[in-house]
């Protein structure tokens, strides 16, 4: 389940926090400042998903996005 927060996206398993993305907004612009995934869920695509919904929902909101974190900048490169 995702949640969507003033400044970051949360993505829950049940009640536990899998991982979430925070960002920034100023004006139609959203940089997206850190990308984290509790230990335990990494290397199982968690990151992946979290940046695809993000991208995904501010795109819809016709938000431009600015890539400051690496994992972001990297899997923006990768053009998932």
Known sequence: MYIVEDNRIVLKNNEEIVGHVFF????NVVSII????????RSLGYANKLM???V?????KNMKL???CSYAKKWNERGV
């Open 24 to 27: 920034k907004k100023e004006g």
């Open 34 to 41: 850190q990308v984290y995934v509790d230990s335990k869920y």
């Open 52 to 54: 695809a919904y993000t």
């Open 56 to 60: 995904n929902y501010f795109k819809n």
């Open 66 to 68: 600015e890539m400051i």
